[in-house]
């Protein structure tokens, strides 16, 4: 059975800094592509950033790009989310994901952690 589980949430203010990570069990991490997404209230899934082959294949979402950095550690089954300069914009709960390809899109991916909570204030 596969889970992804996230951690690292939190009450951060602005320009401040987090990281999440995403522990996975049950699936041999290195054949997945990963990623992140977050949802704010009101608003749609949105896509944060993805990573494939320990690293060498990263995509970010254009609202992230030069302040969030994804990474993966094989031995461990873990990503992570490295978040710098965090604006209140950036408050959503923040989604751990698993699938065949390294889409931007959530329906590309299969499985799902329950989501994190972060929240910037100003």
């Known amino acids: 059975q596969v889970q992804l589980v996230e951690s690292g949430g939190g009450l951060v203010q602005a320009g401040g800094s987090l990281r999440l990570s995403c522990a996975a069990s049950?699936?041999?991490?290195?054949?997945?592509?990963m990623g992140w997404f977050r949802q704010a209230p009101g608003k749609e899934r949105e896509f944060v950033a993805a990573?494939?082959?320990?690293?060498?294949?990263?995509y970010y979402g254009e609202s992230v790009k030069g302040r969030f950095t994804i990474s993966n550690n094989d031995v461990k089954n873990t990503m992570y989310l490295q978040m710098n300069s965090l604006k209140p914009e950036d408050t959503a709960v923040y989604y751990c994901?698993?699938?065949?390809?390294?889409?931007?899109?959530?329906?590309?991916?299969?499985?799902w952690g329950q989501g994190t909570q972060v929240s910037v204030s100003s």
């Open positions: 994901a698993a699938g065949g390809i390294t889409g931007t899109r959530s329906d590309e991916y299969e499985y």
């Open positions: 990573v494939r082959w320990s690293g060498a294949v990263t």
């Open positions: 049950g699936l041999t991490f290195s054949n997945y592509a």
